[in-house]
Structure formats: structure tokens, C-alpha cells
């Protein structure tokens, strides 16, 4: 006889128990939409275009209002107006947007056919400076043309890049014999280096290095040519250093610059003090300490700590990402080009900027020696400043002339145009 076992009653799992949220859809997160917006503008047409235009366009304001702050108490001691540095730098600031926006406008060819020129003139101003240069600060990188100085190394960096460009976009096919990747351009820029050594300018000379590098890895050169071009430079810097007491003070005791603190420490110290007063949000603009006379160069190559001390740890962060997001929207063009003289010039401006950038931040932290490097679109120099303000025109021409973007801008003339007539 089969006996019928008696059903278990059904218990309901209460409505916030396993079995509910088992069977409850999965929530979204409330940062998914965020990421899915944020991705979104990051994809539009002009999306890299307003990147470059407003990430320069705030660092240059920064700059503009730290040498106002760093350089007033200088500039007071030197000739009674605090404002006379600042005035120089919003002259050359002057002088060099225009450049930018004759930059962003002009063709790719006419800029090409400018490439050659430009490398000569660089090279004639940069021997001229190694025999007729003026000294500043122990180096030889200066050079008078009437009552200006002017620092022809800086003028050289954007021709090197330009130059280096037009001969790889020209040889574009033949990139994987070595003779061609090597000749003229190492020649070239071994050359411009050797002629800036002359000056006893080793931290120039070292930014050049780097854009030859950087230029022969986006070109696919092999990597056996890093390692002895690396070694070579060791040794090169090695001999420099060396016969030069100062720069051997200074390459010896950058990582604790407290021991030799009333000589070469001196300035990477009063960095480091700078720095660590800063706090989070900074003593607020003007208020830096360190500007009294302590901190040498507090306008151009440690301006990077004024900044930290006046606007603290969220203000060198914001600086650093500005520079971070100029090379993200220029690794783009370069990513996304078909034209090989937009993508070797676009990689040669990031790798000046950005290399300069971390060796300036590099010395002000004290993970570099002090080889003075001033800080691109921040530090007081009009030198410095115009030919900048020039590369990242010359990026802004580049992304406004990409397909997608190009046919945004012409939609949005069009529609403007008509909205013109419509009110009329």
C-alpha cells in the first residue's frame, strides 16, 4: 500500500531575503550612466579640437598669473615695478598667439616647405650662440640681437621636430631599411645637440635627445639602436658632468639635496620646502614664502613650486592633467591621421612637451637634478613661449582638419550662416 506523504506548506521568503534578490533584476550602477556620458563627448567630431584649444588656453592663464605672482617680488627688487616681468611675458604672449592661430591656419605643404629653412636658421642661430653667446647662470645659450635675448635652443626644438617629420613623411615607404631611418636625421640632430653642449647646456641638449628618440620609436626604429644610443649618451653626460664642477654638485646630490644645503641643495630644497607648505588648496595666490629671495629662478624653472605652495597639491595636479589631456588629444590625431607627416610631427610636439614637462616637475620634486628646464606655457620666457604657442597651433590646425571635425565646423558655419539670414 503506497502511502501519499502530506504536501510542506509553501513559505514565501520575505521581500527582502536571498530569494527576492536572486530573482530581482541586477541595478545599474549610478556612475554607469556617467561613464557612458563621459565616453560619449569623448567620441564627438570635436571633441579633440576643444581639448587642445582649452587645455592650452588654461595653461597659459596659469602661467600667466603664476609669473605675475613669482616674479613680483624680483621684479620690484630689480627695477621698482613689481609688474615689469609679467608685462614682458603678456608681451610675448601677445606676440605669439597670433603665431598659433597663422599656425593652425596654415596648409600642410607650405608647412613642409618650411621645414628645411627653419632647421638651417636654427642651426646658423644655435652656432652663432656657441661662439658669440652670452652667459647666464654658467651656460652659454643666450644671444643678443639687439636689446632682446633670445634662447635660440628653444626656437631649435620645434624646427628639429618639424624637420625630422617632412624627411620620415618623405621616406615613409623606405622606413624599414636602417640606413634610411638613420640618415640625415641622426646626423642632423647630433649635430644641433653637439652645438648646444658647446654652450654647456645639458639640460637643452638632453630634451633634444629626447625628441630624437621619440622620433625614432614612432618610425619603428630597432630597439638594439636605443640600447647604444642610450649607453652613448650615459657616457656622454658621464664626461660633461665631470669636468664641470657645478653640474657634478648638482647630479650627485638631487636626492637629498639637504646634504649640501648652502650650495647645490640650495634650490632643490627651498623647492621641496615650497612644495610641502603647499598643503592641499595651497596658501593662496601671492602668498608664497619662498619668493622672497629664497628660491632662486622662482619664475622660470621652479615656478612649478610657487605654484604648489600657492595653489597646493589640487593645483599642481590640475596642471599636470592639463599637460596629460594635451597629450591625449594629440596622441589622437596621431592615432587616427593617414597623412605620415601629421602623425611624426603631432608624436615629435608631445614627446618636447610632455618630456619637458616631466623633467621640470622631475627637478622640482628632487627626482631630477636641477639642469634648468623651465615648465612649457607656465615659466616666464618669451623664447620659450612663442615657439610653443606655434606647436600647439600647428596641433589645433591638425585636428580641426580631420574629416569628422572638418564637416562639424562646416555644418555649424552653415547653420550659422543661415540663422544670420533668418534674422535679417
Known sequence: MTTVQPERPSVAAPADGP??????????????PWVRSLRDALDRPLTTYYVLIGSASLLLTIGLIMVLSASSVQAFADTGDS???????????????PVAFLASRLPHRLVRNLAYPAFSFSLVLLLMTAFL?????????????GPLLIQPSEIAKFSLVLWA?????????????????????????????GLVVLGRDLGTAMVFFAILLGMLWVVGAPARLFVLSLSLVSVVAGVLAATNAERLKRLTNFLDPFQDYYDAGWQPAHGLYAMSSGGWFGEGIGASQQKWGTLTAAHTDFIFAVLGEELGLVGTLLVIGLFLALAWAALGIARRTT????????????????????????MVLALLPVIGIPLPLVSYGGSGLVPTLAALGLLVGFARREPEAAAALAARRRRASSGLMARR
Open 339 to 362: 597623412d605620415p607627416f601629421v602623425r611624426y610631427a603631432t608624436f615629435g610636439i608631445v614627446v618636447w612637451l610632455i618630456g619637458q614637462m616631466i623633467v621640470n616637475v622631475g
Open 165 to 193: 617629420a617632412h624627411i620620415y613623411a618623405n621616406k615613409e615607404r623606405r622606413l624599414g631599411s636602417l640606413h634610411e631611418v638613420l640618415v640625415p636625421v641622426v646626423p642632423g640632430m647630433v649635430l644641433a645637440t
Open 83 to 97: 609688474y615689469s616681468i609679467v608685462r614682458r611675458q603678456l608681451m610675448w604672449a601677445a606676440v605669439g598667439l
Open 19 to 32: 530569494a527576492d534578490r536572486v530573482r530581482a533584476p541586477l541595478r545599474r550602477a549610478p556612475w554607469v
Open 133 to 145: 653667446g652670452v652667459e647666464v647662470n654658467g651656460n652659454t645659450n643666450w644671444l643678443a640681437v
